[in-house]
């Protein structure tokens, strides 16, 4: 809002009406805002031409995407890469915020609950995540172990940041459970939760559609701990008009979605 007073003092001009319940255009405003999306839409054309608008879907694409631990993606990464052959995938698996807006990756697949107003895409599904152990660990116990009974595998919440509501984590259900779980090793590796887990050390969380490929492993028994992310496929909105960013967006978003309604039924 001080940009906002400050422009409208450059151009002596009202552009808001201030009222109790908000903000509206006033009278000024409303041709400036018309006037504003045309230019804006110019910007877009132009940036794409720059960018590179080729007919033929082709060049470096780089993606960002959440850890495997929740959802396998490779396989649609292959069937993208079989329909499009020009197209080269650079990969950056991450859980921080990829800066879309200065151009570090042009497509991001995110588990967020709502993403940046700069960017567009779509909401593809829901990613659930739950406690698993592996088999030989669970035939430890002479009867169903408890939560509190189980050793568990932690990863930080500085690492864990899977996009969802902070108090809606697994970690944090499981705190409200048991007042101090038994944590009995800690890491920030992704792949070292899954082989921990197969390895009988203890329990942890994952994406249920990921831990269904391993046949050692099991739900963690009468565990109601369930965390669901939204799942988004987005890009910055001034690339939305880039050959292979549109191929990208529209097969991998579609496969996406088939997926994890696949998953939900």
């Not at 780089?62 to 993606?73: A, F, G, S, Y």
């Not at 965390?227 to 960013?245: A, E, F, S």
């Amino acid at each position: 809002m001080r940009r906002i007073d400050q422009f409208e003092k450059q151009l002596g001009v009202k552009l808001f009406k201030r009222l109790q319940s908000g903000y509206v255009l006033s009278d000024a405003g409303e041709p400036l805002l018309c006037r504003v999306a045309e230019i804006e839409s110019e910007l877009v054309d132009l940036l794409d031409v720059v960018q590179g608008r080729d007919e033929a879907p082709s060049g470096v694409l780089r993606v960002t995407q959440p850890h495997n631990v929740l959802l396998d993606l490779y396989p649609l990464y292959r069937d993208f890469i079989q329909r499009y052959p020009d197209i080269q995938l650079d990969i950056k698996t991450s859980s921080s915020i990829v800066n879309l807006n200065r151009q570090e990756a042009e497509i991001a697949i995110r588990l967020t609950e709502q993403p940046s107003e700069l960017l567009v895409g779509r909401k593809v599904g829901t990613v659930s995540v739950s406690a698993y152990m592996s088999k030989h660990y669970l035939a430890q116990f002479d009867a169903v172990p408890s939560l509190a009974e189980l050793n568990w595998i932690f990863l930080p919440r500085s690492v864990n940041n899977w996009g969802g509501r902070s108090n809606d984590s697994g970690w944090e259900q499981l705190h409200r459970r048991v007042a101090t779980p038994k944590i009995v090793m800690q890491t920030t590796n992704y792949a070292d939760i899954v082989s921990a887990i197969r390895a009988g050390i203890g329990a942890s969380f994952l994406g249920d559609l990921y831990a269904r490929q391993f046949d050692d492993l099991v739900p963690v028994p009468n565990c109601d701990i369930t965390n669901h992310l939204n799942m988004w496929i987005v890009t910055h909105r001034d690339l939305r008009g880039v050959k292979r960013v549109q191929c990208f967006m529209r097969f991998f978003g579609d496969a996406l979605a088939e997926m994890l309604s696949g998953h939900a039924s």
